[in-house]
């Protein structure tokens, strides 16, 4: 059993940084993949990154590649998403997710475990 507890979303200016925390129970975190997600009310969760358990591979939505970075620290029990550039359109509550498997790769939803979410709000 693995619990996820998000932290460090608020309110930015556009072309401002956030850096959200995603703080994981259990001592087999090093062996989960790890994602974060976003979702804004009426829409479907939608995939943003993930990262493999021993941080080979890194996958990103087109619409942060290059603007947001997923890492991990395995002794830490830590995910990271570094938010550079913020747009008024990233504005979403952000979800982190754990799974067994590695196809969150796609962005895949089916993940094991859910964090509850934390709000990131772009003013314009």
């Known amino acids: 059993q693995v619990q996820l507890v998000e932290s460090g979303g608020g309110l930015v200016q556009a072309g401002g940084s956030l850096r959200l925390f995603c703080a994981a129970s259990?001592?087999?975190?090093?062996?989960?993949?790890m994602g974060w997600f976003r979702q804004t009310p009426g829409k479907e969760r939608e995939f943003v990154a993930a990262?493999?358990?021993?941080?080979?591979?890194?996958s990103y939505a087109d619409s942060v590649k290059g603007r947001f970075t997923i890492s991990r620290a395995n002794p830490k029990n830590t995910v990271y998403l570094q938010m550079n550039s913020l747009k008024p359109e990233d504005t979403a509550v952000y979800y982190c997710?754990?799974?067994?498997?590695?196809?969150?790769?796609?962005?895949?939803?089916?993940?094991?475990?859910w964090g509850q979410g934390t709000q990131v709000t772009v003013s314009s």
């Open positions: 997710a754990a799974d067994t498997t590695e196809r969150m790769r796609s962005g895949s939803h089916f993940n094991d475990y």
């Open positions: 259990g001592r087999t975190f090093s062996s989960y993949t």
């Open positions: 990262i493999s358990w021993s941080g080979s591979w890194l």
